[in-house]
């Protein structure tokens, strides 16, 4: 499986972006998905999740209510729809993929950059 992570930019504070993540593979759509993101200086952060199926989707605190994540299996393609965005969000912004809720980091995007200014 490989996952390929596009759509970072710069952008002012209050903007908004949209990152795509295409994967590989037949069992994609079935595999949990998600975004983490590291700033510079900072550990990696995990900011939401989708299941395979289902409706199911987590968020961390500090995106809730501004960060949408969605899906379109027929496109194996996962979204990270950033609105409101902080300059606290810029960051490398990451896409997994795996084959359980819990853990599903078996497969990684390579990274999009998210500048966002003040």
């Known amino acids: 499986v490989q996952l390929q992570a596009f759509g970072g930019g710069s952008v002012q504070a209050g903007g908004s972006l949209r990152l795509s993540c295409v994967g590989s593979?037949?069992?994609?759509?079935?595999?949990?998905k998600g975004w983490f993101r590291q700033a510079p200086g900072k550990e990696r952060e995990l900011i939401g999740k989708?299941?395979?199926?289902?409706?199911?989707?987590d968020y961390a605190d500090s995106v809730k209510g501004r960060f949408t994540i969605s899906r379109d299996n027929a496109k194996n393609t996962v979204y990270l729809q950033m609105n409101s965005l902080k300059p606290e969000d810029t960051a490398i912004y990451y896409c997994?993929?795996?084959?359980?809720?819990?853990?599903?980091?078996?497969?990684w995007g390579q990274g999009t950059e998210v500048t966002v200014s003040s």
């Open positions: 593979g037949r069992s994609f759509s079935t595999y949990t």
């Open positions: 989708i299941g395979g199926t289902g409706g199911t989707i």
């Open positions: 997994a993929a795996g084959t359980t809720w819990r853990t599903f980091t078996d497969y």
